[in-house]
């Protein structure tokens, strides 16, 4: 049986296919508070983000810009990888911890392309809903592989956030009010 669902006051992400955007549509599904940094002009890698998404365009269209600016404004990170070597996984966990934000990564079954196989599906919530309740953010930043690179996680990313997240009744400001960092890749 799956633990209590953890109340998030906001979701954030990049906008990028996969991961990103399931966290976002199951933000809006559920009517829980979304935005995130995205690189200007809203790339992404299927064109422009649309605006639907409640994302800040940061000053450059690189992509380690707004996944720091995102690990740095949320309270924990869940990144969902197909390979936890891949340069964009590497980037996030070397800023988590360079910005000592504590992360949990769910790895992608690499044989078969898919998120978890589904008899994990369980284990991995469960195991999700307890370091959430030790962390207890209450704006968690949602990052992961492209859909390009892994077809349907941003399905199974949604489907996961359905088991283990619900909206909470505290409000959180977002973006937080706090001055520019002067140097976007050290501090």
Known sequence: MIQKKYKISVIIS????????????????????HSGWCPFGRKAEDGIIPSFYQLIETTTPMYPARTRMNIRDSDATIIFSSDINSKGSLLTTKFCIELK???????????ERKLIKDSNLRTTCQKLII???????????????RESHCIGIQNKVESILELIIDKSEKEKEWPPIKPATPNLYFN
């Not at 990049?14 to 508070?33: E, P, V």
């Not at 934000?101 to 044989?111: G, I, N, R, S």
């Not at 370091?131 to 592989?145: H, Q, V």
């Open 14 to 33: 990049g906008g990028q296919t996969g991961a990103d955007r399931g966290a976002l549509d199951y933000a809006i599904k559920k009517g829980i508070k």
């Open 131 to 145: 370091w959430l309740n030790k962390i207890k953010p209450d704006i968690i930043n949602i990052a992961g592989t």
């Open 101 to 111: 934000k504590p992360y949990y990564v769910v790895l992608l079954d690499k044989k």
